[in-house]
């Protein structure tokens, strides 16, 4: 018990100091997710409006894909990237693996089924009074569109942010096709805070951990500080 107290007081110091270690895997983590996180909502947001309003055979059954897909192996999408990007793989050539950009592909493949999904459940919720009053008042397809996107703007924000929470706190991609590496350079180092977090334990500095941990659940705290704020304009 006085090791615990003793890392969270050692970890409180590391915060407050802005210990460069500490802040450079913070900032690393931050920077990786965010992009991710922008790049799959470009593409989540507008597929899932897509599948949402489309008429198509199957669309009941890729939906219930894309739901089954929200609960996929963050060790799956490591390995499937690690033997795209590897030098054997068909993308080797790129030799993007264990660099920070193999690690923002492979957390954009892991939220994007989440992130469509929960575009399509976000224009569900759409009050069908609005949809119809739309049709009544003889919008055109755009303006309809529009319209229905801007109702659910709120849940589709909400859908954004479970997005970059699940990528700033996964861990198995990122050790896989990240290698958890520290390098002189802030562009070429892959550590982040969840494998961080993982070595530090395992070395035993416990401290370190636990400010890792800390930053962690700050950082997710001010994601939903914002979202919150945004609804409540």
């Given at each position: 018990?006085?090791e ?13 100091t ?9 900032a ?15 593409v ?7 599948i949402?309003?489309g ?7 890729l939906?219930?894909l894309i ?24 993308f ?21 089924p989440?992130?469509t999904g929960l575009?399509?459940?976000?224009l569900s ?15 055109t ?7 229905v ?5 709120f849940?589709?924000l ?5 997005g970059?929470g ?33 070595l530090?334990t ?11 941990g ?5 950082i ?14």
């Amino acid at each position: 018990m006085y090791e615990i107290i003793e890392g969270i007081i050692e970890a409180a110091r590391l915060i407050v100091t802005l210990d460069p270690d500490v802040m450079a895997i913070s900032a690393r983590s931050i920077v990786i997710s965010l992009t991710a996180t922008v790049v799959a909502t470009l593409v989540a947001v507008p597929l899932g409006a897509a599948i949402y309003f489309g008429t198509f055979p199957g669309k009941k059954s890729l939906i219930n894909l894309i739901q089954t897909l929200y609960s996929l192996p963050t060790v799956i999408v490591g390995l499937l990237i690690f033997l795209l990007l590897s030098r054997v793989g068909p993308f080797g050539f790129f030799r993007l693996l264990f660099t920070p950009t193999a690690m923002i592909i492979a957390q954009t493949v892991l939220i994007l089924p989440i992130m469509t999904g929960l575009t399509i459940s976000a224009l569900s919720g759409v009050d069908p009074v609005i949809r119809d009053t739309l049709r009544s008042l003889g919008a055109t397809r755009f303006q309809f569109l529009k319209s229905v996107m801007k109702e659910a703007r709120f849940a589709i924000l909400a859908a954004v942010a479970v997005g970059f929470g699940r990528a700033i706190s996964e861990v198995g991609a990122a050790i896989l096709v990240g290698g958890n590496i520290m390098a002189s350079s802030f562009a070429s180092s892959t550590r982040v805070l969840t494998t961080a977090i993982s070595l530090e334990t395992s070395m035993g500095n416990i401290s370190q951990s636990i400010a890792l941990g800390i930053v962690l659940l700050l950082i997710a705290l001010a994601v939903n500080l914002v979202i919150t704020m945004i609804q409540n304009r």
